[in-house]
């Protein structure tokens, strides 16, 4: 157990406080333009991940283990200041900390044509923006975190993150096909404007909402203040079985999913032959199975409790992965959609399910950090799983490197048997106050 002020012991779950009547989207302002900014900035997210490696591959004539690099150096600084952000994070206003990451992601895209346009594009430039803006991803996504329970009431907190990982799914597979398309009319560097053009309405959306945070107390810390919050954060996710299991679970299913995704658009170019129109199409088909998890995952959490749907989900639809392998010219491409749909099904479902379990468990002083630890170790396998693609599709080719890889996404789910989720009807929760709630 973490011997910290705030214990972290399993206790089983109860409705913190009944959601109101009525849907967040129609009756909370905040929550609608929080939302708003969120599916704006997915959806220029979702255009570049298309974009950005076709402009690789398109004007640069780039290999897979190129473009591998692009998808590595997204994730990397989840890696290299994962920690420490999340005790920064804890010690400022979380709105602020959203607005500036936001600006400093629309100047970085905005560079990109700029940099085309007078000749200076090229590769070390697109690993550039590409680093520096998962940087502000890195601040956005902690102080984000932290920030949705602060303005939400609690029984509001499973309906809201339902509704912005569902969004977020809708918004990418309008990107992603709308990315395809727009790299045929306009090009793959002309289409990285929309991205920029999606941080400018985040910007917008996040400077009218009117919830604001309680002044942080401003204290004097002694040497070594923020790596003794850092192994704080640490130790609370290594020590309690809860965190320690899904963080596991999370970096290894991120390994083998970044494995593959990585090489998907050299894949579907160069092996499946498709125009980069349908690279996109396809993909934004696949990915539609996340707003399909996100639709479910509240009903079947409920029906059949959240640690059981955990598995369910963790489990069922990614056994279907393989299928991403036998994609093929004409028909074939059916697998692809096939196996994406139910990967991506069963990923945002998880998803839904463990950010309700994170911020009603866990304590609000601590939000920031514990969800840091836990990306750290989610996302930091993200980098290394896109450069064991590109190692792969490099030696092997991308089909074989696929077989690899979309076999061991349904592999990772077996380590949450071993795991106390294994043998609960329902993930453990906090009462409001922080109180014990009964046993199951």
């Not at 302002?29 to 969120?38: I, P």
């Not at 749909?341 to 304590?363: D, E, I, K, L, T």
Request: hydrophobic share 50%; glycine share 12%; charged share 10%.
């Amino acid at each position: 157990m973490p011997d910290t002020p705030a214990q972290l012991s399993p206790r089983a779950p109860a409705p913190a406080s009944a959601p109101r009547s009525g849907g967040l989207l129609r009756r909370h302002r905040d929550f609608r333009l929080l939302w708003s900014g969120e599916v704006a900035g997915k959806f220029g997210a979702a255009v570049t991940g298309v974009a950005m490696p076709l402009a690789a591959v398109s004007t640069m004539d780039a290999g897979a283990f190129a473009v591998s690099l692009l998808s590595a150096a997204a994730w990397l600084p989840w890696l290299i200041i994962g920690l420490p952000a999340g005790a920064w994070v804890d010690r400022l206003p979380r709105r602020p900390v959203m607005l500036a990451s936001a600006a400093v992601s629309l100047v970085l895209f905005l560079s990109v044509p700029l940099a085309h346009w007078t000749g200076r594009l090229n590769l070390g430039w697109l690993l550039t923006v590409t680093l520096l803006t998962g940087v502000a991803a890195v601040f956005f996504q902690t102080a984000y975190t932290v920030f949705l329970p602060a303005i939400l009431e609690p029984g509001d907190l499973q309906e809201g993150n339902a509704t912005l990982h569902g969004s977020a799914s809708a918004a990418m597979i309008a990107g992603q096909g709308g990315g395809g398309l727009l790299v045929q009319l306009v090009g793959a560097v002309g289409g990285l404007l929309a991205n920029a053009g999606t941080f400018a309405v985040s910007l917008v959306c996040l400077l009218a909402i009117r919830h604001r945070e309680p002044p942080v107390a401003k204290e004097r810390r002694p040497a070594g203040a923020l790596l003794g919050e850092m192994r704080e954060g640490l130790r609370l996710v290594a020590r309690d079985p809860w965190f320690r299991a899904l963080s596991l679970y999370g970096a290894a299913s991120n390994l083998a999913l970044m494995g593959y995704q990585s090489l998907l658009v050299v894949f579907l170019v160069k092996d499946v032959q498709l125009s980069s129109g349908a690279v996109g199409g396809l993909i934004a088909v696949a990915n539609a199975g996340g707003v399909a998890g996100a639709f479910v995952s509240r009903r079947i959490a409920t029906r059949i409790g959240t640690a059981r749907a955990v598995l369910l989900f963790a489990l069922g639809p990614s056994a279907l992965a393989p299928l991403i392998a036998l994609s093929s010219p004409g028909a074939g491409v059916l697998f692809f959609a096939v196996g994406g749909f139910c990967v991506s099904a069963g990923v945002v479902a998880v998803n839904v399910v463990v950010a309700g379990f994170r911020q009603r468990y866990c304590p609000p002083e601590l939000l920031g950090r514990v969800s840091a630890s836990s990306s750290f170790l989610n996302y930091g396998t993200l980098p290394l799983g896109a450069l064991l693609g590109g190692a792969l599709g490099s030696v092997l080719g991308a089909r074989p490197a696929l077989w690899i890889l979309t076999t061991a996404v349904p592999l990772a789910g077996l380590l949450l048997l071993g795991s106390p989720v294994r043998g609960r009807r329902d993930l453990p929760a906090r009462s409001p106050k922080g109180a014990a709630t009964p046993g199951d």
